[in-house]
């Protein structure tokens, strides 16, 4: 069982940057498979990021790749999004995720992922 709790979130002009942080509690995180999701209103939950109980594989959505960085302390029980070069269009409650497949398409999958946080609201003014 893995509790997450996120945070970080608020409100940035265009352009701008913010770092979420998503808090885990529960012996094994270091085994899991950490993800970012997000959900605009009116939208489906989507991808955003991803990384690999070890750290040594991280996987982005293409809207946001070269802009968002995770990456993750297992030490800390942490897994964090940087994201710079903020758009109107990464307007979204933000959701760290928990799940057990490492692998390019099911990490990217809101489906394969067993454990949410409550979410944290990311707004983007132009």
């Known amino acids: 069982q893995v509790q997450l709790v996120e945070s970080g979130g608020g409100l940035v002009q265009a352009g701008g940057s913010l770092r979420l942080s998503c808090a885990a509690s529960?012996?094994?995180?270091?085994?899991?498979?950490m993800g970012w999701f997000r959900q605009a209103p009116g939208k489906e939950r989507e991808f955003v990021a991803a990384?690999?109980?070890?750290?040594?594989?991280?996987y982005y959505a293409d809207s946001v790749k070269g802009r968002f960085t995770i990456s993750r302390d297992n030490a800390k029980n942490t897994v964090y999004l940087q994201m710079n070069s903020l758009k109107p269009e990464d307007t979204a409650v933000y959701y760290c995720?928990?799940?057990?497949?490492?692998?390019?398409?099911?990490?990217?999958?809101?489906?394969?992922?067993?454990?949410w946080g409550q979410g944290t609201q990311v707004t983007v003014s132009s």
């Open positions: 995720a928990a799940g057990y497949y490492s692998d390019y398409v099911r990490a990217r999958s809101v489906s394969k992922y067993d454990y």
């Open positions: 529960g012996r094994t995180f270091s085994s899991y498979t």
């Open positions: 990384i690999k109980w070890s750290g040594g594989n991280t």
